[in-house]
């Protein structure tokens, strides 16, 4: 994955307007950006979004003092350089934390401006050096964090089965934004975890409420309601997992403010918050669940903007149509007929599904046995297989057709009575989606549009 590279930021803290302002005048540079915060937890909020290479931090400041600040600072993010200003009254307390490694150097009050800027010139010189040493073994570190990270989302997609490949899809969605905004590569990063876990909490609700088949009550709405929560508690304990556990609390919160659990809004919703929103909600829409039909991408859109500045965040509602209206039409625009092979579907359905389907866009072929469907498979989009055939069973002949062409869009056709025996095929032959029999062509014609969209925008992002 590429993200935008970054020219160094150098962070300044003081709960002092002035000081903040005659700092940041000095601070001002072609060589690096600047961030400014009044208090402590705004500045670790910027700490969390982007990645900071110098902190200079006041020290007297209400709340929590600069070396409490450098100190946390020093524990979650050790690659920053950290500074603290100072009076002389608290020198004993800062030689101390200097002594003790917590700060870099201290600065007293009132600083000399050219000495400030000559160290700062020397912090960031080096910086870009050891940010490449770091980063080979942060990289190591991420790759293996991404794959627990996966593997928790698919154990949750297991419990909840019609949400399967959702997170993923929220992941495309949420990162498309964040890249088109240029937003850090650890906001991306943070953003990649908590799409992939937004509903970890799930765990903690109970199996029958998550399958129910028709509209929750009220005590069931209620458990459903916790798992943002659950989730949070589940993530913030893990330390890699913190900025990550601040949106999965957050993704069902509402701009204004009649989301839950705590009711925020605005500005008041973390940003990685206000974009998991966005993109969860649109792929809820565009999915088929037991109690209701997928909406067609348009109609999804147009509910977006229906929704914008009351649900959500109206700048990202606009970004995400944007993104979406963009990548459609250029695709639209070079993307030949799709070819859909239907493997162990009566003649009658494929009859049906034929008179349905627009013949300008697609091209439907049939197989009754898989032997049939492995000469049919060049040049195919889309698979639509039975489980049970009479020369092998569909799950091992889609597992095949994942190793051998991954490209391919694979669903499963099944009895309703099969889902919970399926859980496992689901994964291993990398379904984007069932079909519970009997096949009903607007189903399937609403899902192969999404499915097909839904391909288009992955390719995007190059992701699997
Ligand atoms: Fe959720």
């Known amino acids: 994955m590429d993200f935008v590279k970054q020219r160094p930021t150098v962070l300044v803290v003081d709960d002092e307007k002035m000081v903040l302002r005659a700092l940041s005048r000095v601070l001002l540079s072609s060589e690096w950006d600047l961030a400014t915060a009044e208090s402590g937890a705004a500045a670790l909020e910027?700490?969390?979004?982007?990645?900071i290479a110098l902190i200079i931090s006041d020290q007297r400041m209400p709340e929590m003092s600069g070396l409490e600040l450098l100190n946390k600072v020093k524990e979650l993010y050790p690659e920053t350089v950290r500074i603290v200003l100072t009076g002389y009254a608290e020198m004993d307390v800062v030689v101390k934390a200097i002594n003790q490694g917590e700060v870099y150097r201290f600065f007293t009050k009132p600083w000399n401006n050219t000495e400030l800027i000559e160290t700062v010139k020397t912090i960031l010189s080096t910086w870009g050096e050891k940010k490449d040493q770091l980063s080979v073994f942060t990289d190591q570190l991420s790759r293996a964090n991404l794959e627990t990270v996966m593997a928790l989302a698919e154990a949750i997609e297991l419990k909840d089965y019609y949400t399967k490949g959702h997170c993923s899809r929220v992941r495309d969605y949420a990162l498309r934004m964040a890249l088109a905004l240029n937003l850090s590569e650890s906001f991306c990063r943070d953003l990649v975890y908590?799409?992939?876990?937004?509903?970890?909490?799930?765990?903690?609700?109970?199996?029958?409420?998550?399958?129910?088949?028709?509209?929750?009550?009220?005590?069931?709405?209620r458990e459903v309601q916790r798992h943002p929560v659950l989730g949070f508690e589940m993530t913030c304990k893990i330390e890699y997992l913190r900025p990550a556990s601040i949106i999965i609390r957050q993704h069902h919160e509402r701009w204004d403010g009649k989301g839950y659990p705590d009711h925020l809004k605005g500005l008041e919703i973390s940003l990685g918050g206000r974009i998991v929103a966005v993109a969860d909600t649109f792929d809820a829409m565009t999915s088929s669940r037991p109690y209701r039909r997928a909406l067609g991408f348009k109609?999804?859109?147009?509910?977006?903007?229906?929704?914008?500045?009351?649900?959500?965040?109206?700048?990202?509602?606009?970004?995400?149509?944007?993104?979406?209206?963009?990548?459609?039409?250029?695709?639209?625009?070079r993307e030949a007929r799709r070819r859909l092979l239907l493997v162990g579907v009566t003649a009658e359905k494929v009859a049906e599904l034929q008179r349905l389907l627009p013949s300008t866009g697609y091209e439907l072929r049939a197989a009754d046995t898989l032997a049939a469907a492995r000469l049919l498979l060049e040049g195919v989009d889309m698979i639509i297989c039975a489980r049970l055939l009479q020369d092998?069973?569909?799950?091992?002949?889609?597992?095949?057709?994942?190793?051998?062409?991954?490209?391919?869009?694979?669903?499963?056709?099944?009895?309703?009575?099969?889902?919970?025996?399926?859980?496992?095929?689901?994964?291993?032959?990398?379904?984007?989606?069932?079909?519970?029999?009997?096949?009903k062509p607007a189903e399937v014609l609403a899902m192969v549009e999404n499915s097909f969209e839904w391909r288009r925008m992955a390719k995007a992002l190059h992701f699997d």
């Not at 908590?194 to 709405?221: F, M, R, W």
């Open 392 to 439: 092998g069973d569909g799950a091992s002949f889609l597992t095949e057709c994942r190793r051998l062409r991954p490209e391919i869009i694979r669903v499963m056709l099944i009895e309703r009575q099969e889902i919970e025996a399926l859980a496992e095929t689901v994964t291993q032959a990398g379904l984007y989606a069932f079909m519970i029999r009997p096949l």
């Open 194 to 221: 908590a799409s992939l876990l937004h509903d970890c909490g799930k765990i903690g609700v109970s199996e029958a409420t998550l399958n129910i088949n028709g509209p929750l009550n009220g005590d069931q709405y």
């Open 299 to 333: 109609k999804a859109i147009q509910e977006l903007l229906n929704n914008r500045g009351t649900q959500f965040d109206a700048g990202l509602v606009d970004l995400f149509v944007s993104l979406l209206v963009n990548e459609s039409e250029a695709a639209g625009s």
């Open 46 to 51: 910027i700490l969390a979004r982007q990645p």
